[in-house]
C-alpha cells in the first residue's frame, strides 16, 4: 500500500469491543494517533450519520488466483472487500494448484502485497485437497497460515481427520471444514425438500452437512482440537454446535448472507445464479440460522464470496459450478435481515471472524491511540437496490438483483490508507 498521509475521520459514531460513544479518529502512518472530540488534521472524511467501526474481517473468500484468473483476482477481489469495509480476507485454498504447500503460500503472499485489504492466506488440509494424505502444514504455518480447510470438499476419511486434528493441536492452528458427506451428496445440486420434487431435481439431505458436523465435534472432543465450522446452512449443524459450545468445546461456526437470507424456493426458476453448496434450504433452516447469529451460536458472518464467469455460470442448473458473491453485499443483508443491535452486527463482522482468523492484534480490536488503523465507516440507514454488475468483481453472479437493502459503506481505511472515500475505490 502506497504511504498514508493524516487524515480525521469526523463526526461518526464510534462502535468496536468498549462500547458506544461520539468522537472523531485521527489516522496517521498507518495508526489510530487520536480519538476525541473535536480533533483537526489537514484531510477530513466525514462521518456524519455514519458508524466508525474497525474494519470487517472474511474468513471465507474465494479470490480464485493462481489459476483461475479469468472469475477473479487478488486484486479485484480485494477491491470488492474495500468496497464492503473488509480489511482483511482470508484467501481459500482451493485454486489451481492448490494451497498445499509452502511455495504456493508465498506466491499468494506476493501476489497479495498490493491488494487493497491485507489478505491472509489458508492452507489445505490434505494435499491438493484430495483427501488422501495431510498437507505440510508445519511448512505452512511457520510463513504464517493459521487455518487450514479443504474447503469445497469435507475431509471424508476419519482417520486422516483425527490425525490433521492431533496435527494441528502442535502446531496451534485451526482446522476449518466444509461439511459434506459425498455418499450423501454427490450428484445432488440443491436442497433435497419440497423444491427439489416439484423441481426434478436431485436433492442433498441436510444429513450430508450434520453428519459431518456430528463427527468432527466428536473428534474435538476426542483430541482437545479446534474445529471452525464453515457456511452453516441447516438447524441441525447449528443446534449440534450450541451443544458442543455448551459442552466447553474448541468449537467456531459461521455463516453467509445467502444462507440468512435466501431460501431454496429462490431455485424456482432453475436459474444457476442461486446455486450454492451448501445448498440454500428451507425457510426453517435459514431461520436457525439467523437465531444462531443473534445469540452467538453463530460467531461470524461470513461470505463465501465465490465468482464465476458468465459462461461457466449460465449452465444448465446440474452442471453449473456453485457460488455466489458477496463481499459487497455482506454488511446491507446483515442490516436488513437480522435485526441486530449495531454493536452485535460490528462483533460479527469484525472482530469475531478476526480471533478465529488470528488476526485480532490488526483487525477488529478497539479504536483507540497507537491501534493500527483498519477503520469502516458506514452508514446504517442508507437504502440502496443492488444490481446485476457484480460491482468491483470480474464476475456477476450475483443472487440478490433487485433487492432493496439498507446499509452501505462510505469509507474504507487499510492499514493507515484511505482505500474507499463516499464510497469509490481509490485504485
Known sequence: MSDPVEFVIRGGRIVDTDGERSGDVVVSDGRIVAVGPDLRADRVLDAGGCVVAPG???????LRQPGKEEAETIETGSRAAALGGFTCVVAMPNTTPAIDSAAVVREVQHLAATALCEVVVSGAITVGRAGEALSPMAEMAQLGVRIF????????DDRLMRRAFEYASGLGVTLAQHCEVTSLSEGTCMHEGEWSARLGLPGQPSEAEELMVMRDIALARLTGGRIHFQHLSSAGSVAMVAAAKAGGLAVTAEATPHHFTLTDAACAGYDPVFKVHPPLRSSGDRDAVREGLRDGTIDAIATDHAPHPIHEKERPFDEAPPGMLGLEYALALAITELNLDVADLVALLSSRPAAIAGVGARHGGPIVEGAPANLVVFDPDATWTIDASGGASRSS?????????????????AGGEAVVIDGNAQR
Open 149 to 156: 480447510t479443504d474447503d469445497g470438499t469435507g475431509v471424508q
Open 56 to 62: 470487517f474481517v472474511d474468513l471465507h473468500t474465494h
Open 397 to 413: 453472479n450475483v443472487p440478490y438483483v433487485g433487492r432493496t437493502v439498507r446499509g452501505r459503506v462510505r469509507h474504507t481505511v
